[in-house]
């Protein structure tokens, strides 16, 4: 076997560990603008959320300190983009000089790794224990690099399967069962109207005085109801469009969960707030941004795009038009929108297998609940 040169030893210690990183630990790689001779991967769940590999020299603690200031930097961006109030990163270092002092800052973790000696005397095995058991052997140089590719691609396979899973098309048929349920109710609560029968707009609707009297099922009744046909074709639509995604993408319970979940809290802030009679499919919509909102910042990845440019203007949009339009029920659309967010950090994605959020999840959306309630009901 011929001896590897420092560098070429520099290149063979990165690429086991983009192959161990991507392969084994599901990170993927992040595309990060100016970056030469370093890796970046992201893994929304992992203990450390964000991995820089770093294999440029750095001889000097100034030149350290300028590393970890553009590590910070690039995270701070991140968890911008994200709404993550912080960001554990792993910060490793693969040409460190001898007189450099290692150092970590907050939430940034730095480990240097010496080449020379290889991985399996590096520090970071106590990270990764299995780091060992899965490296490459170093036979030649072009049996080492087919290795790594082989493997490599059958993992961006098996992301590319998954991804076709989740963004797939699939039947919508709850999503098209709300719809002719709120069809229904229009026809019939306007003929009954008509007719002087019942009217069923004052039987169902939203209103304080009549929920604090007790009649809670109006939180949820109000929002298959619509005052008119353009009413309920503008929110049909909507529906149609945003819950045949939603539905696509968390399954058919979870999405009747967020649904009703979103009128609850829509209704709630709606009656805090207001003391006017309201109606409407729009705040459990609104629910379904905020869960299309909470999905887009975990699949940044796949949705970044769609995130900036789609997902949060259509959200402001329709706040803003709330806000100038007179008739219509911001508040409501403002308490769908966050308990959608929050009810779908509890139920959790997937492929976010982190109990903690979802706990936080919870306990933000029973905080927010019971705070609605007792403004409504208590408070005077």
């Given amino acids: 076997m011929v001896e590897l040169t420092q560098n070429e030893k520099k290149d063979f210690v990165l690429m086991q560990l983009l192959h161990y990183f991507i392969t084994v630990e599901n990170y ?3 595309v990060v603008k100016g970056a030469k001779n370093e890796v970046w991967l992201e893994k929304m769940d992992a203990p450390y959320r964000i991995i820089r590999i770093n294999a440029n020299h750095i001889h000097n603690d100034e030149q350290l300190n300028t590393d970890l200031f553009v590590v910070k930097n690039i995270v701070r961006q991140v968890r911008k983009k ?8 792993l910060n490793i270092l693969l040409d460190i000089g001898g007189n450099v002092n290692m150092k970590s800052s907050n939430k940034i973790e730095c480990i240097s790794i010496d080449s020379e000696k290889g991985l399996e005397h590096s520090n970071i095995n106590k990270l990764y224990p299995s780091l060992k058991n899965n490296l490459i052997p170093e036979d030649d140089k072009l049996e080492f690099i087919m290795n790594i590719t082989n493997n490599i691609n059958k993992k961006n396979e098996q992301e590319s399967i998954k991804y076709n899973k989740l963004f797939g098309n699939k039947e919508s048929s709850i999503t098209n069962i709300i719809i002719l349920i ?4 229009c026809i019939l609560a306007n003929y009954l109207l008509v007719e002087g029968n019942m009217d069923l707009f004052t039987l169902l609707a939203n209103n304080r005085t009549l929920v604090q009297k007790g009649e809670i099922y109006r939180l949820v009744t109000s929002a298959f109801l619509h005052q008119n046909l353009f009413h309920l074709m503008f929110n049909m639509y909507a529906l149609h469009v945003i819950g045949s995604q939603v539905e696509s993408f968390v399954g058919k319970w979870k999405y009747l969960t967020i649904y009703f979940v ?3 809290t829509a209704s709630l802030l709606s009656c805090t707030i207001n003391t006017t009679w309201s109606l409407g499919a729009s705040g459990a919509i609104f629910g379904l941004m905020g ?18 440019t789609q997902i949060i203007p259509l959200i402001l949009m329709n706040l803003g038009l709330g806000f100038v339009i007179q008739g219509i029920d911001n508040a409501a659309h403002i308490g ?9 950090m509890a139920l959790g994605l997937n492929e976010n297998k ?3 959020d979802r706990i936080n999840g919870v306990v933000c959306l029973v905080i927010l609940v019971c705070f609605l309630s007792y403004l409504l009901f208590f408070h005077n």
């Fill in 182 to 185: 709120n069809i229904a109710l």
């Fill in 354 to 356: 982190k109990t903690s």
């Fill in 82 to 89: 994200t709404l993550s109030f912080s960001i554990n990163t």
């Fill in 262 to 264: 979103s009128a609850i």
């Fill in 28 to 30: 993927s790689p992040m």
């Fill in 336 to 344: 769908g929108l966050i308990g959608g967010f929050l009810i779908t």
């Fill in 291 to 308: 869960m299309l909102l909470y999905f887009g910042l975990f699949y940044r990845l796949y949705l970044d795009k769609a995130l900036k």
